[in-house]
C-alpha cells in the first residue's frame, strides 16, 4: 500500500499559491503584512485607526479572515477602505490559495500596503506562508505576558509586535502583565523583531507604528 503523505501535500500547494502572491505584490511593489493574533486583541482597531489617520498618505486594502461572518470587514470599510472578506467555514487560518483568489480583486495598483488580517488564533496561522513580505503579531496587555513563552513560534516569526492595551496596564497590574518580559521573552526569539507599544483607544505609540509603516513601503517602492 502506497503512503500518501497528505499534510506534505497540502503544505506543498500553499507555498506554490504563496509564491505566486509574493511575485504579484513584488510586481506591483505592493507591501503585505500577515496580522496574527488571539480573538480581541484589537486587530481590527488597530487597522481602522491606521487606515483612518493614514488617509491620503498610504493606500491600504485589507483581506479580512474570519470564521464566520463579516462584521469586521463592514468596520474597515466605514473607514473608505476596500475590505475582502474571506470566510473560512471553521478553518483555524487563511490559505494562500484563499488569499491569492481575494488579491484578484484588489486594485493593486492603487495601494501600497494589503494587510491580510488573520483568523484569531496564536498558532495555525504562523505555520502557513501566505506570500506576504512579513508577519505582525498582535498581544493585547489583556490576554497575559506568558504568549512569547507559550507560543514562541509565531514570535519566532514576526516582523513586528504590537503590544496593544497600554491604557490598561495600570489596571492590569505588572504582576499580571510585565511588559519588561514580553520585550525581553520576544527578543529571545527575534533578536530583529520591532516593538511598538499602543494603544488602538487613544492612538498612544501610534506614530512610531506609521513610521515603520512608512518606511516599509519605501523600501518595497524603490526596490
Given at each position: 500500500m502506497k503512503k500518501v503523505e497528505v499534510?506534505?501535500?497540502?503544505?506543498?500547494?500553499?507555498?506554490?499559491y504563496a509564491f505566486k502572491n509574493a511575485q504579484i505584490l513584488a510586481e506591483k511593489k505592493c507591501v503585505c503584512l500577515n496580522m496574527i493574533s488571539s480573538p480581541g486583541s484589537g486587530k481590527t482597531t488597530i487597522l481602522t485607526r491606521t487606515i483612518n489617520e493614514?488617509?491620503?498618505?498610504?493606500?491600504?486594502?485589507?483581506?479580512?479572515?474570519?470564521v464566520q461572518t463579516d462584521i469586521d470587514a463592514e468596520k474597515i470599510r466605514a473607514t473608505g477602505a476596500v475590505a475582502i472578506q474571506i470566510n473560512t467555514r471553521g478553518a483555524c487560518h487563511?490559505?494562500?490559495?484563499?488569499?491569492?483568489?481575494?488579491?484578484?480583486?484588489?486594485?493593486?495598483?492603487?495601494?501600497?500596503i494589503v494587510f491580510i488580517e488573520n483568523v484569531?488564533?496564536?498558532?495555525c496561522p504562523s505555520a502557513?506562508?501566505?506570500?506576504?513580505?512579513?508577519?505582525?503579531?498582535?498581544?493585547?496587555?489583556?490576554?497575559?505576558d506568558d504568549k512569547p513563552a507559550k507560543y514562541p513560534a509565531l514570535f519566532a516569526k514576526a516582523k513586528a509586535l504590537l503590544i496593544n492595551k497600554i491604557d490598561l496596564l495600570d489596571s492590569v497590574g505588572q504582576e499580571d502583565f510585565n511588559i519588561g518580559r514580553v520585550n525581553a521573552d520576544a527578543r529571545k526569539l527575534n533578536k530583529n523583531i520591532e516593538i511598538f507599544h499602543v494603544s488602538a483607544k487613544t492612538g498612544a505609540g501610534f506614530a512610531e507604528w506609521y513610521d515603520w509603516l512608512a518606511k516599509s513601503v519605501k523600501k518595497t517602492v524603490g526596490s
Amino acid at each position: 500500500m502506497k503512503k500518501v503523505e497528505v499534510g506534505k501535500k497540502i503544505l506543498s500547494a500553499n507555498e506554490e499559491y504563496a509564491f505566486k502572491n509574493a511575485q504579484i505584490l513584488a510586481e506591483k511593489k505592493c507591501v503585505c503584512l500577515n496580522m496574527i493574533s488571539s480573538p480581541g486583541s484589537g486587530k481590527t482597531t488597530i487597522l481602522t485607526r491606521t487606515i483612518n489617520e493614514l488617509k491620503g498618505k498610504i493606500g491600504i486594502g485589507v483581506i479580512e479572515g474570519d470564521v464566520q461572518t463579516d462584521i469586521d470587514a463592514e468596520k474597515i470599510r466605514a473607514t473608505g477602505a476596500v475590505a475582502i472578506q474571506i470566510n473560512t467555514r471553521g478553518a483555524c487560518h487563511l490559505s494562500a490559495k484563499q488569499v491569492s483568489d481575494a488579491l484578484s480583486q484588489l486594485a493593486l495598483d492603487d495601494l501600497d500596503i494589503v494587510f491580510i488580517e488573520n483568523v484569531g488564533n496564536l498558532v495555525c496561522p504562523s505555520a502557513f506562508e501566505l506570500g506576504e513580505n512579513g508577519k505582525v503579531a498582535v498581544l493585547s496587555v489583556a490576554e497575559g505576558d506568558d504568549k512569547p513563552a507559550k507560543y514562541p513560534a509565531l514570535f519566532a516569526k514576526a516582523k513586528a509586535l504590537l503590544i496593544n492595551k497600554i491604557d490598561l496596564l495600570d489596571s492590569v497590574g505588572q504582576e499580571d502583565f510585565n511588559i519588561g518580559r514580553v520585550n525581553a521573552d520576544a527578543r529571545k526569539l527575534n533578536k530583529n523583531i520591532e516593538i511598538f507599544h499602543v494603544s488602538a483607544k487613544t492612538g498612544a505609540g501610534f506614530a512610531e507604528w506609521y513610521d515603520w509603516l512608512a518606511k516599509s513601503v519605501k523600501k518595497t517602492v524603490g526596490s
